[in-house]
């Protein structure tokens, strides 16, 4: 496995990050034992001014969490399922990626598959308990890595957010174009190469 993501990295729009977050490598460790699998897909989310953001509800745990310190586990509940974000932002602003999919890596074989958000977190066995758990750090249940071993030059593609009934005109869903472990999402606009 490659160097553990900094702090750094996170400092940035969730845009950037949400982009460059495919193809690093996720362990979690929230069960006792480690898994690890790849990023696939993810969205951006940002503050207040973003229609879809949690931000826009008030001024709860949330809210605090997604103007909080970058590089963070943000988890929270939705369907009956946990969502897992990571705080990602500039200085001064808000916002977090959401983790929609990912591959896995190795065994134990991971089910379900880690397609869609709530999947994810359910095969992963991430709650709540890992909220706040800074994923930059060694020893932390959920840590983020480089993958030298990640294809080179595969393409990544966007498209609008996915289950959003008010957006913003930006392609914020970034995923592997044809991994099969992408959700296979109906938005709009079409999908494109970005």
């Known amino acids: 496995m490659g160097r553990l993501l900094p702090k750094s990295f996170y400092y940035r729009q969730p845009d ?15 069960s006792g034992a480690c898994m690890r699998c790849m990023v696939t ?3 951006a989310y940002f503050g207040e001014c973003d229609p ?3 931000a826009r509800r008030g001024r709860g745990r949330i809210w605090r969490a997604l103007y909080g310190e970058p590089g963070r586990a943000l988890v929270y509940g939705m369907h009956r399922q946990w969502l897992l974000n990571i705080v990602a932002h500039s200085e ?3 916002g977090a990626v959401l983790l929609r999919s990912c591959q896995p890596l190795e065994p134990p074989r991971l089910d379900p598959p880690p397609i869609g958000p709530g999947r994810l977190a359910r095969a992963l066995s991430i709650d709540r ?3 706040g758990a800074p994923v930059y750090e060694r020893g932390s249940p959920l840590t983020l890595w480089e993958n030298p071993e990640a294809v080179e030059g595969f393409r990544v593609a966007c498209s609008g957010r996915v289950g959003v009934s008010e957006d913003l005109e930006l392609p914020l869903r970034f995923y592997i174009a044809g991994n099969p472990f992408v959700s296979k999402a109906r938005v709009s606009p079409a999908p494109k190469h970005c």
Do not use: H
């Open 129 to 131: 308990g890992v909220d």
């Open 16 to 30: 950037v990050v949400a982009r460059e977050l495919l193809g690093k490598i996720l362990v979690s460790c929230a």
């Open 92 to 94: 001064g602003m808000a």
């Open 52 to 54: 879809a953001s949690r």
């Open 41 to 43: 897909e993810a969205e």
